[in-house]
DNA sequence: GTGATGAGTCACAGGGCTGTAGTTCCACCG
DNA sequence: CGGTGGAACTACAGCCCTGTGACTCATCAC
């Protein structure tokens, strides 16, 4: 990771990663939400844990979008307890391909699912309801974001050309 | 009965209105969680408010969509404030036309629609979160039950004929 | 009148924060 | 090397929301 050579996106720019305040800013939560959920376990810091006073977070740009995904849940009206249980599947998944998939939440189950069509069938047999998230919002917020705070006169590039996309269920938890 | 001529449905035998008691066992929720909620003016009797002790509430058919709708909306993981900003405006509407109709809650933002193309371009456009409760379901477990239930020997048919549907906005909160 | 039913009330629990007053670590200065 | 300042984490109290349990109290049917 910290060799990383990629060129583009903000995410280059950070390979040293952000102070908790940053995360916080950057996301656009407050750092006591981010405090509380780090030292709830819904989203820690990646590159350094905080160990006692004075020690530092130290969030990934992924944990950005953890962060904010987390915020869009919770700006859409859901529950943390619901949004707990997304990301403990999440976690695992998320990765640079994140750009035009959606995140599906029917009850406790989830999905990423790139087309269209597919989230319509959903629709169509669905009984509960669908929570539909789009991660690629989550990334641009994010990017603009960051440009927007932090400038810093580097270089801020296009995004790397798509690979392929895939529907990939990540996770289902016990029924109701 | 009463005045009521509309035949099927199992909502026709119940002119008279449901007991607290009876509507939270349909809904699916508690007696606390009723009583909660009406007295908070979340969904409250419209056939009979309660006016002291050993008063009683009578709820309509369509009160028990309502609740059945919020306990829906509940076990998907959102938030009761949400609910309740939802149905404030929801109660103007949601009428007999119920059963064909998807619910799209996108941020504070509620509509009412039936096609799924338009769910798609809300899909291909939106920002938010979408949230997608089919009525349809609603209606149907709150007459399932009802009949599971309270058989009570009495008639129960199928639906009335289909009406005309049409997309609906029927509300827009103030923005965050 | 009597008892069952169901609304009213109160206290309290758990979740999700928020505010504030520490604490600790680190960098910098001399 | 010791002192100083500041940034960031921690501890803890407290608030609001959504119930829940346990009673109490008013009605109604008999």
Do not use: C
């Amino acid at each position: 990771m910290a060799t990383d050579s990629t060129p583009a996106s903000p995410r280059a720019e950070h390979a040293d990663g952000f102070s908790g305040k940053r995360a916080a800013e950057i996301a656009g939560i407050t750092y006591r939400q981010l405090d509380y959920w780090a030292r709830t376990d819904l989203v820690r810091p990646s590159m350094a844990q905080a160990s006692g006073s004075g020690s530092r977070r130290l969030y990934s740009y992924r944990d950005l979008l953890e962060l904010r995904a987390v915020k869009s849940l919770l700006d859409a009206g859901i529950r943390l307890e619901l949004v707990r249980e997304v990301f403990s599947y999440l976690t695992v998944q998320l990765d640079e391909d994140v750009t035009r998939v959606n995140l599906v939440i029917s009850g406790t189950s989830v999905m990423v699912r790139t087309g269209e069509e597919e989230i319509v069938d959903l629709l169509r047999h669905g009984q509960g309801v669908l929570n539909i998230l789009p991660l690629s919002g989550v990334k641009e917020q994010v990017d603009a974001r960051i440009v927007e705070l932090y400038p810093e006169g580097r270089r801020v590039a296009g995004r790397a050309p798509a690979d392929e996309y895939a529907d990939k269920r990540i996770g289902r938890a016990a029924s109701l």
